[in-house]
């Protein structure tokens, strides 16, 4: 069995586990199990040599697609960026799962200052920062606020795990903290498809 199929397989056993978990509804508790179970696969760095995932550059997806389900639910990818890159701080309207394979993958977590009700504005603090390297992972419920900060110090690749396809979310909010405004992150587009894929 090649690694395309040994990933496939595994792919296939992790994607049944966290529909049976998320089956009754997904809660911190829920989302910390799948969580756990994306990082035992995630560990399986054999499974995901660099050079079948080269990063991508700026201007298109950095994602490799493994699995999503017919409705786009339950999409996971290989997630590949460039050095350098990051992202504004932003949610994701449904759950979400990072963990670590290569290298290492700085988030940081923010706190909503602001309840939502008046249209452009959105105010966040920085409330931690977390690591994801081998090992780790973060789980974020759909409100929840992270950004991506990517050193020179590639290459980098994780798997991001979603309750719904990142092709899918249109509502995504992104902030800007100097000016306290928010806007509509789109979804996003460009996304491969990895051999041995779902």
Known sequence: MNIPQKRRTLVQELMSNVRAIAQAGVDRTSLARIRDEVVRLAVRRDLFPIEEFPAVEAGTSSMYRL?????????????CPAQGRSTPPHNHTTWAVIAGVHGREHNKLYKRLDDGSKEGVGRVELAGEL?????????????????IHLGEDGPHLNLHLYGMSI?????????????GTCRTFPAAKGVKTAEGAL
């Not at 639910?73 to 997630?79: D, F, G, K, P, W």
């Not at 690591?131 to 950004?147: C, E, N, Q, T, Y």
Request: glycine share 4%.
């Open 131 to 147: 690591d994801i390297v081998s090992g780790k992972g973060l789980a974020m419920m759909p409100d929840d606020v992270h950004s």
């Open 167 to 179: 092709e899918h979310i249109h509502h995504r909010t992104a902030f800007d903290m100097e000016t």
């Open 67 to 79: 699995s999503e389900d017919a409705d786009h639910r339950y999409a996971l990818y290989v997630s």
